[in-house]
């Protein structure tokens, strides 16, 4: 689910792959990019915690919001992704292809 602002109407998209190939079911706008990026790698989707001591620049991306919840590779995701500074437009960066919308000009 992509949000454009906290008030704005989310957009929701299905990916469903297997071995990097999207399924007929799939509802997302670039499901073969995503389903290849998740076969590259599955933590675009599961970013671990942020260190207490990494530095991170005070800036503001924008409003967008994203969740991603399901099943990679078996383990259970759910993950939410922002834009409030320099580490958050990192993730969001990283995962763009697989959130399916740039949700604004990052």
């Not at 454009?4 to 670039?30: I, M, R, W, Y």
């Not at 290849?36 to 675009?44: E, G, H, I, Q, Y």
Request: overall charge negative; charged content about 15%.
């Amino acid at each position: 689910m992509v949000k454009p602002s906290e008030t704005g109407k989310p957009t929701n998209f299905t990916l469903v792959c297997q071995d990097g190939v999207p399924a007929a079911e799939s509802q997302h706008p670039d499901a073969a990019a995503a389903c290849l990026a998740l076969k590259d790698n599955t933590a675009l989707v599961s970013p671990g915690p942020r260190p207490t001591d990494q530095p991170c620049t005070q800036q503001y991306g924008g409003p967008q919001q994203a969740t991603v919840t399901g099943v990679v590779d078996g383990n259970p995701v759910e993950s939410t992704f922002s834009l409030t500074d320099g580490c958050e437009i990192a993730e969001w960066n990283a995962a763009k292809v697989v959130l399916g919308s740039s949700g604004g000009a990052v």
